[in-house]
């Protein structure tokens, strides 16, 4: 009977500590998840040539991603006279902005998590 007992009262204080430690690490999880919803979660990337009197793959574009499908979509067109830069915000996965068809495509493609090319 005493080593019922004792499993019993050691089998107790274990799951008193296990409580703890639960109680304990509750809150820090609840930071992360928060932390987590605002983090980059999805990037999509493709370099290309929009004009062809130009040499290689110079331009690209490149998407942002948080968990909400909310972020930047950057696009950098290469050119002889210079560099073209245009960032257009998305959130939940839409864009404000008129979107090309192949920032349409990156975008599609980093949202449902396909390798870009």
Sequence with gaps: MDIEMDLAHDLMRRIARL?????????????LEAISEVSLQKVGFVRFNPFP???GDNSFMIVLLDHNNTGVLVSSLFMREGIRL?????????????LS????????????NRPTA
Excluded: M
């Excluded at 245009?86 to 008129?98: L, M, P, Q």
């Design 53 to 55: 009197d130009t040499g």
């Design 19 to 31: 409580e703890a430690k639960s109680e304990e690490l509750d809150p820090r999880l609840a930071r």
């Design 101 to 112: 068809e192949d920032e349409k495509k990156v975008l599609d493609d980093t949202l449902a």
């Design 86 to 98: 245009y960032a257009k915000s998305i959130e939940r996965g839409k864009s404000k902005h008129v």
